[in-house]
């Protein structure tokens, strides 16, 4: 648990990072995927200590893993990595919708 909780908020500074670096640092379509994605990070690394709290562990490590992955192809892409990676983005996606069902399962269980 105490791993993910690092993750988590380390996963919330570096969209802070980004979302920062899009609004100040960067321009045209490389700054709304940098504050795009800082903004799904940073509100999936909330959620992960929310699902921590809960002992919803498997919604924690999805909302942490699909927020790496989506944010993080969102990133690479503006610093100008290939546009391909925009492919991979919603894998990451995917994993922070599981997220939110398996947290809400996680409630009714409760």
Same mark, same amino acid.
């Given at each position: 648990m105490n791993l993910l909780v &690092? &993750? =988590?908020v380390l996963s919330g500074a570096l969209a802070v990072g980004a979302g920062a670096? #899009? =609004?100040h640092g960067a321009s $045209?379509? =490389?700054a709304e995927w940098l504050k795009?994605? #800082?903004h799904y990070q940073l509100v999936h690394a909330v959620a992960a200590l929310v699902a921590v709290q809960m002992r919803? &562990? $498997? =919604? #924690?490590?999805c909302f942490v893993l699909g927020g790496a992955i989506f944010a993080g192809t969102l990133y690479l892409m503006a610093l100008g990595l290939p546009r391909w990676l925009g492919a991979v983005t919603?894998? #990451?996606g995917v994993l922070l919708i599981v997220g939110w069902l398996w947290l809400a399962w996680r409630a009714v269980q409760a």
């Open positions: &690092l &993750l =988590a670096f #899009g =609004a $045209g379509e =490389a795009t994605g #800082g919803s &562990l $498997g =919604a #924690g490590w919603p894998i #990451g």
